[in-house]
């Protein structure tokens, strides 16, 4: 049976953005509101029934100022309060939402609880905000439950009317307010009248295991996007910044590269000092399949690692999670040839 359990117990936690700003009543300023006081501001919320409780950053952040140590301070919460709630709702500034979302999935190992991120782009105080119904709607999925199970056992964002799998979203508005799009993985659930739930797309744990929070993560990570007429200095200074471990290459289409024997030389280079490259596209949809060109074989020749379909957010988080774990060169490579969490597809 597939319902809301009653007496669900939800935890939001505030991290920022504009989702928990209302409008000084003196000054018509926008500023954090108390999420203490919460149902002071969405009265909605009592009809709901559930026992609803609220963290919030102090002070609040706007994502853009988010990171691994936000990161790990959100995971730090959901596992202290893990046996106590049966699902939680993250909100938090869209800037950087993909990417917080795609590190949770790392770093809550054997998640079996709803953990929703979602936010808004006008604020929950003012007259026509998005804020309201976002976050109803994502307490209502992390209450959602079947057969005494949670029905979205997994970190994902809502935003609008669509659920997406976290690892798989990508901020792609900066002003619509269907914000996010997961292009290379269906919608786990939409939310019109009723909120429908494709189960065949929801992850679900193999075993059940204890949460295993990681909080881990290693900085010395860059992008490197290639575009035409890109210069051997400019690669060059990406690749030699000290400390460096992995690289997440954009390339174009299919996962090719300009062939110029200088950048393969570069690559070459960058690979055989331990760096990892992994290639992801530009493209907004579609993967990396480096065997198709010419020049995507290129850069296989000198090392460079597919990621498939990742987003380049995830790749960013995975790579930060996986040398967050110490891992070698090898080993690294090991696991983004994997799917850890549902973040690519491997045909
Ligand atoms: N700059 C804000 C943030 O990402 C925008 C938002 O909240 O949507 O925190």
Redesign the pocket.
Known sequence: MSGYKSDASILIIYT????GMIENPITGALEAFNFQHLEEHVPELKKLGYAVSAIQFNPPM???DMGPDSWEKIVRVIADNYHVYDGFVVLH????MAFTASALSFMLENLSKPVILT???LPIGMLRTDGKENLITAIEIAAAQENGLPLVPEVCIFFENDLMRGNRTSKSSADNFNAFRSYNYPTLAHAGITIKYDLSQIYRPLSRKPLKPHYLLDRNVAILKIFPGISPQVVESILNTPNLKGVVMETFGSGNAPSFDWLMDLLRDAVNRGIVIMNVTQCIAGGVEMHRYETGRKLLDVGVVSGYDSTTECAVAKMMFLFGQGMSQKEVKEHLNCSLIGEITIS
């Open positions: 920022g953005g504009t989702i706007d994502s853009s500034g869209t800037d950087t936010g808004s782009q």
